[in-house]
């Protein structure tokens, strides 16, 4: 069975700061990865993905993850953070044509 | 624009009540989830459907059942409704294959139930 770990419930940054929210997966197969934002009172949007090659992904807003298939992660970075990036960022994992599993969310406060 | 529907954002509804979530897509996808999230649990997966008819269960289908009968169209269902069951609930929509996994949701569904 497949499972998605945030680790980290809550991640307080300055602005224009670099941030990294960690997402570890488990699965026995090669997965697809997700990042997803949830923005105050808002639906959740796609950010980035990864289905295959290369493993540095870059999605909207300037952020970016790297999948490592050894260390089972995929965590997303941000250079330098801003106030509007405050939001929910949730990872997920996918086989294709089967479910989607997310994590449990990372609620990411900029700090100005 | 890519559009998935949710036909009601608040309700409130008595404990024992049946209840009825829908959604809508206009993607043509193949692919249908209901997810429920609570605070701290992040999202979990209800039920989800790959085709017109065919539903598989999620991690936590116990207390709902749903309903596929044309493509578009995804319905949740709460037999009879308890107190647990308050929670958002969103409905999502994806292609098939690598992009099962590039959802699309709706704007969601509160339910509180009494």
């Known amino acids: 069975a497949q499972s998605v770990t945030q680790l980290d419930s809550q991640v307080p940054v300055f602005e224009e700061a670099p941030v990294e929210l960690r997402c570890n997966y488990s699965s026995s197969v090669s997965v697809y990865l997700f990042w997803y934002v949830q923005y105050p009172n808002q639906g959740l949007q796609l950010l980035l993905k990864y289905l295959s090659g290369s493993t540095l992904v870059k999605g909207i807003n300037g952020f970016e993850a790297e999948f490592n298939k050894s260390q089972t992660s995929f965590h997303l970075r941000k250079p330098s953070v801003h106030i509007s990036d405050t939001a929910e960022y949730f990872c997920?994992?996918?086989?294709?044509?089967?479910?989607?599993?997310f994590g449990t969310g990372t609620k990411l406060q900029v700090i100005p | 624009d890519v559009k998935v529907t949710q036909s009601s954002r608040y309700l409130v509804k008595r404990t024992g009540e049946k209840v009825f979530l829908e959604c809508v897509q206009d993607?043509?996808?193949?692919?249908m989830f209901w997810y429920r999230q609570d605070p701290g649990l992040g999202l979990r997966l209800i039920y989800f459907?790959?085709?017109?008819?065919?539903?598989e269960k999620g991690d936590i289908p116990e207390g709902y059942s749903v309903s596929r009968e044309k493509k578009e169209r995804f319905s949740l269902i709460l037999e009879s409704a308890s107190t647990n069951q308050t929670s958002m609930y969103l409905c999502?929509?994806?292609?098939?294959?690598?992009?099962?996994?590039?959802?699309?949701f709706g704007e969601g569904s509160r339910l509180t139930v009494l």
């Open positions: 459907s790959y085709d017109v008819k065919m539903k």
């Open positions: 993607m043509d996808h193949e692919n």
């Open positions: 997920a994992v996918t086989k294709g044509y089967q479910k989607v599993t």
């Open positions: 999502a929509s994806s292609l098939s294959g690598e992009n099962t996994g590039e959802l699309f």
